[in-house]
Antibody
Framework: EVHLVESGGGLVQPGGSLRLSCGASGFTFNNAWMSWVRQAPGKGLEWVGRIKSKTYDGATDYAAPVKDRFAISRDDSKNTVHLQMNSLKTEDTAVYYC???????????WGQGTLVTVSP | QSALTQPASVSGSPGQSITISCTGTTSDVGGYNYVSWYQQHPGKAPKLMIYDVSNRPSGVSDRFSGSKSGNTASLTISGLQAEDEADYYCASYTSSTTLGVFGTGTKVTVL
C-alpha cells in the first residue's frame, strides 16, 4: 500500500524559511516523479512544483508564484522528497500536499498534507 | 496560466445523475487527452477519480465517468449518494507552462 507522509509545517514569519519533507513507501520511489501541490484556506488546488526521477533526468519545474523562492530536492536513499521554502510571504499560507505525478499529469497518490502558516 | 473553469456548485438528489464541467482552451483541455478529476472531502487529501479524460483507476466506483467535447471536459456522477458530497477538481496538461493546471473546483451537494 502506498503511503506519503508530509512533515515540517508550522508557523513562520514573513521573509522566513521552512523545509517540508515527504516520506514515501509502498512503491519504487527512485522511478517516481514527485510533486508538491498547495491549497490556501478555503481555496482550490494550486501547483507548486515537480521533480522528475533521477533515472529520467531529475529536472525540477516550479509554478510562477514560487519560482526562485522554493526548491524541490529528493533523496532516493531515504525515499524522501523535500520542499525548501525561502522568502516566505503571507500568501504562501496553505496546506502543502506531496503527490506522485505521472508523465501524463496524473496525480496517483497524495499525502495527508501539512499546514504552513506565514504570519507576523 | 489561468485556472480551468468549473461551476462553483452543483447539487442533486440521491439517485440522480449530475455533471460537472471543466472548460479550458485548445492549449490544455481541448488539445490533449490528459484530463484528470479529483474528489476531496473536507479536511482530507484529494483522491484520483478519473484520468486521461475517461479512465477510472482501480477501486473507483463505475458511477463516476468522464468525457470531453472540444475545450470542455465533464465528470458525471450517476446514482448520486450521500458520500459523493465533496469538492471536485479537474486538472489538465497545458502547453502554456511546464506544469499542468487545475480547475477552480466544484462543490457537490447531495440534497
Amino acid at each position: 500500500e502506498v503511503h506519503l507522509v508530509e512533515s515540517g509545517g508550522g508557523l513562520v514569519q514573513p521573509g522566513g524559511s521552512l523545509r517540508l519533507s515527504c516520506g514515501a513507501s509502498g512503491f519504487t520511489f527512485n522511478n517516481a516523479w514527485m510533486s508538491w501541490v498547495r491549497q490556501a484556506p478555503g481555496k482550490g488546488l494550486e501547483w507548486v512544483g515537480r521533480i522528475k526521477s533521477k533515472t529520467y533526468d531529475g529536472a525540477t519545474d516550479y509554478a510562477a508564484p514560487v519560482k526562485d523562492r522554493f526548491a524541490i530536492s529528493r533523496d532516493d536513499s531515504k525515499n524522501t522528497v523535500h520542499l525548501q521554502m525561502n522568502s516566505l510571504k503571507t500568501e504562501d499560507t496553505a496546506v502543502y500536499y506531496c503527490a506522485t505525478i505521472t508523465w501524463n499529469y496524473r496525480f496517483d497518490y497524495w499525502g495527508q498534507g501539512t499546514l504552513v502558516t506565514v504570519s507576523p | 496560466q489561468s485556472a480551468l473553469t468549473q461551476p462553483a456548485s452543483v447539487s442533486g438528489s440521491p439517485g440522480q445523475s449530475i455533471t460537472i464541467s471543466c472548460t479550458g482552451t485548445t492549449s490544455d483541455v481541448g488539445g490533449y487527452n490528459y484530463v484528470s478529476w479529483y474528489q476531496q472531502h473536507p479536511g482530507k487529501a484529494p483522491k484520483l477519480m478519473i484520468y486521461d479524460v475517461s479512465n477510472r483507476p482501480s477501486g473507483v466506483s463505475d458511477r463516476f465517468s468522464g468525457s470531453k467535447s472540444g475545450n470542455t471536459a465533464s465528470l458525471t456522477i450517476s446514482g448520486l449518494q450521500a458520500e459523493d458530497e465533496a469538492d471536485y477538481y479537474c486538472a489538465s496538461y497545458t502547453s502554456s507552462t511546464t506544469l499542468g493546471v487545475f480547475g477552480t473546483g466544484t462543490k457537490v451537494t447531495v440534497l
